[in-house]
C-alpha cells in the first residue's frame, strides 16, 4: 500500500507496515517497553514481536491493556479484592499499580485504538450495537483475539484451541463479536465500591 500512517496501519492491522515501524524503532526498545508495562519476559527482539506473535494469556494482556486507559498507570490483576466473614472484612488485597508509560503515549494509544472499533478490523464492535467510548485492538495467528477496554472496563477475549491448532479465522470475525455482547452487559451493571 505504499506509505500509511501509523493509525492507518494500526487500525487496519496492515502487518508489513507495522514490521517496518517497529524496525525503525527498534525491536530492543518494544521489548523494553513491552517488558515495564508487565507483558513477560518470554518476548524477544525480533520482527514477530511487532505482530504480538509472542505467547501471552489473556489476564498478562488485560494487565497490560490498563495502562492505555489510566494515563500510563498498569494495575496489576487481582483475583481477589477482600475476604469478608459475615461482616468483618480479614482480608483486604493491596493496590500493584504502577506507572509504566508517560500518559501523553497512554493518550496516543488510547486515542488510535479508538479508530480499531470505529472504522477499523474491530468495527463488528459497533456493528453489534456497543456504542460506549472504548478502544481496543483485534489479533489474529493460530487463534483470535479482541483486548479493548471503556474508561473503567478492560476485558479480553481469546477464541483459539489449547493444543494450538490454527483456528483460520481472524479476531475481528470471532473475538470481537463476544466482546461486543460482553461489554453491552457488564457496562450496564452498577458499579461496585473500589
Not at 508495562?37 to 489473556?58: D, F, H, Q, S
Not at 496516543?108 to 477499523?120: R, Y
Not at 468495527?123 to 472504548?134: E, S
Request: charged share 20%.
Amino acid at each position: 500500500m505504499g506509505h500509511v500512517t501509523v493509525r492507518d496501519a494500526l487500525t487496519n492491522s496492515l502487518n508489513v507496515a507495522t514490521v517496518e515501524g517497529r524496525g525503525m524503532i527498534g525491536y530492543g526498545r518494544v521489548v523494553q517497553i513491552a517488558r515495564q508495562m508487565g507483558l513477560g519476559n518470554n518476548i524477544r527482539a525480533t520482527p514477530a514481536v511487532a505482530l504480538g506473535a509472542y505467547e501471552m494469556t489473556p489476564v498478562d494482556v488485560a494487565a497490560g491493556y490498563t495502562a492505555f486507559g489510566q494515563g500510563g498507570v498498569r494495575a496489576e490483576p487481582q483475583f481477589l479484592r477482600e475476604m469478608v466473614s459475615s461482616n468483618e472484612q480479614f482480608w483486604k488485597a493491596r493496590a500493584g499499580n504502577a506507572q509504566v508509560l508517560d500518559p501523553r503515549v497512554a493518550y496516543l494509544v488510547t486515542n488510535l485504538l479508538k479508530d480499531v472499533l470505529n472504522k477499523g478490523t474491530g468495527a463488528t464492535v459497533r456493528a453489534k450495537g456497543f456504542t460506549l467510548p472504548a478502544a481496543g485492538k483485534t489479533g489474529t495467528s493460530r487463534d483470535g483475539w479482541f483486548a479493548g477496554f471503556t474508561s473503567n472496563l478492560v476485558t479480553v477475549i481469546w477464541i483459539g484451541f489449547d493444543d494450538n491448532r490454527d483456528l483460520g479465522l481472524a479476531g475481528g470475525a470471532t473475538a470481537a463479536p463476544v466482546w461486543a455482547e460482553f461489554m453491552k452487559k457488564a457496562t450496564t451493571l452498577p458499579a461496585t465500591k473500589q
